[in-house]
């Protein structure tokens, strides 16, 4: 017997009590919606951190002194976007929503909301004499921002009543590989007092291996529609 299957055993056993009692569920649909409007907020929030050059300067120098803004607005947008992707394929293996899966997904949206602050103390101080704190503080904040997958499929694991019956037998795997995020921005915040510019640099580089669609947090299990 795997890792896996006693869960999915839990799970079906489960269903029976989940069934007797629908008004303690909610449907994941509303928590998906009022979740949106929170991610598209925090990432539009992101760009006005980014000053445009003035009447009186040349463009390219302008945009050229806020290439540190830039370039922690890129990483932040795409994180941001990641976790909304994210986001949704885990919410899509949920069959149902309950109390304690509301609260964790308000901590998310609270730290998904507070990403614009570290992005903006990042890229004023990259250049800085406190670029170190300025990257560890991005940095701790997308762990973060990140950890809260890792807390979502650790109660998916421990209620799989919650998820479909077709995305139970992969919870587990789904909770090994939300840890990535987490150590992975916990590593860029190690790295922060060698290389503020290397932390933002590794902070990148998961970027781009989540968006290979490695390691994702929350990978997509094909559901049937009458599943």
């Not at 149902?96 to 990042?122: C, H, Q």
């Not at 997308?142 to 919650?162: D, I, N």
Request: hydrophobic fraction near 50%; charged fraction near 15%.
């Amino acid at each position: 017997m795997t890792e896996d299957q006693p869960e999915a055993m839990a799970g079906e056993h489960a269903d029976e009590q989940a069934e007797a009692h629908p008004k303690e569920h909610i449907a994941p649909g509303r928590l998906q919606a009022f979740s949106d409007g929170v991610v598209a907020i925090a990432a539009t929030l992101l760009i006005l951190e980014v000053k445009a050059p003035a009447s009186d300067e040349p463009v390219w120098a302008g945009l050229r002194h806020e290439w540190g803004a830039l370039a922690a607005y890129a990483v932040s947008f795409v994180i941001i976007g990641l976790a909304w992707i994210h986001h949704h394929n885990l919410f899509h293996q949920v069959r149902r929503v309950d109390r304690t899966l509301l609260l964790l997904n308000l901590g998310m949206l609270a730290t998904i909301a507070f990403l614009p602050l570290p992005t903006a103390t990042l890229g004023n101080h990259l250049r800085g004499h406190d670029a170190t704190a300025a990257a560890v503080f991005y940095s701790l904040s997308m762990a973060a921002a990140s950890g809260w997958f890792t807390l979502f499929w650790q109660h998916l694991c421990r209620h799989p009543e919650l998820l479909h019956p077709a995305a139970r037998g992969q919870s587990a795997a789904a909770r090994r590989q939300s840890l990535l995020g987490p150590v992975g921005y916990l590593a860029a915040a190690l790295v922060a007092p060698a290389s503020p510019l290397g932390s933002l640099g590794l902070s990148a580089l998961l970027v781009l291996y989540f968006l290979a669609g490695r390691g994702a947090p929350a990978g997509r299990v094909r559901i049937r529609s009458g599943g």
